[in-house]
């Protein structure tokens, strides 16, 4: 029988949508633009990202701060680096071309030292999964990241994923579209600037 001890160093993370990586790879802005907009300036801007969209808990995270804060600049680029790299294989999907083998070859390296889904529990009306907390790293914190990751390259949604038709936007979004004729990340944003250039430009001179 697992002791106090032991139990006290696990974690427990909500289950997340496999669209959650998408939302990762989206927290950099305005990627057509030549200055595009960054989520994650410091290492705290990341760490709240993991708190407040993939579920990490405070206490995950304060272990992490522990071990790991000295080194945040390198904690930093990598997880900058592993969005990227999640960006282009989505983007070549979306393009319909193959991905980079260079691409693929750093998520497997993710991948393999990712903290497993083995022990799904439910608490308070929600499932959640039961990770190891003795070593809290990046990956670690990322976890519900690649998960998402690896749930959406190998599911059937992989062929709604699409990339916004504004060229200096260049989100990604999952066409979820009753008829599957979606082109913008937002109606709200991209659609109605669209929209109102080209009711400017239609204009009688």
């Given at each position: 029988?697992?002791?106090?001890?032991?139990?006290?160093?696990?974690?427990?993370?909500?289950?997340?949508?496999?669209?959650?990586?998408?939302?990762?790879?989206?927290t950099?802005?305005?990627?057509?633009?030549?200055?595009?907009?960054?989520?994650?300036?410091?290492?705290?801007?990341?760490?709240?990202?993991?708190?407040?969209?993939?579920g990490?808990?405070?206490?995950?995270?304060?272990?992490?701060?522990?071990?790991?804060?000295?080194?945040?600049?390198?904690?930093?680029?990598?997880?900058?680096?592993?969005?990227?790299?999640?960006?282009?294989l989505?983007?070549?999907?979306?393009?319909?071309?193959e991905?980079?083998?260079k691409?693929?070859?750093?998520?497997?390296?993710?991948?393999?030292?990712?903290?497993?889904?083995?022990?799904?529990?439910?608490s308070?009306?929600?499932?959640?999964?039961?990770?190891?907390?003795?070593?809290?790293?990046?990956?670690?914190?990322?976890?519900?990241?690649?998960?998402?990751?690896?749930?959406?390259?190998?599911?059937?949604?992989?062929?709604?994923?699409?990339?916004?038709?504004?060229?200096?936007?260049?989100?990604?979004?999952?066409d979820?579209?009753?008829?599957?004729?979606?082109?913008?990340?937002?109606?709200?944003?991209?659609?109605?600037?669209?929209?109102?250039?080209?009711?400017?430009h239609?204009?009688?001179?």
């Open positions: 029988m697992e002791n106090t001890a032991s139990r006290a160093k696990r974690f427990l993370i909500p289950t997340q949508p496999e669209g959650l990586s998408v939302d990762f790879v989206n950099r802005y305005w990627r057509g633009t030549d200055t595009p907009t960054e989520t994650f300036a410091t290492i705290d801007d990341l760490l709240a990202w993991c708190r407040d969209c993939a990490i808990p405070a206490s995950m995270i304060e272990s992490f701060r522990a071990t790991h804060l000295p080194d945040e600049k390198t904690a930093l680029a990598s997880a900058i680096a592993l969005r990227e790299v999640l960006y282009r989505y983007l070549s999907n979306a393009e319909g071309v991905p980079d083998k691409d693929l070859a750093v998520l497997r390296e993710y991948l393999n030292s990712v903290a497993p889904r083995s022990e799904l529990s439910r308070g009306g929600r499932y959640e999964w039961g990770i190891d907390g003795q070593h809290v790293d990046l990956t670690c914190l990322l976890s519900p990241v690649l998960w998402s990751a690896v749930d959406l390259l190998g599911g059937t949604r992989l062929g709604k994923l699409k990339r916004c038709a504004n060229d200096q936007c260049k989100w990604l979004f999952v979820d579209s009753k008829n599957g004729s979606r082109r913008w990340c937002s109606m709200s944003s991209c659609g109605n600037r669209a929209k109102a250039h080209r009711h400017y239609s204009k009688p001179g």
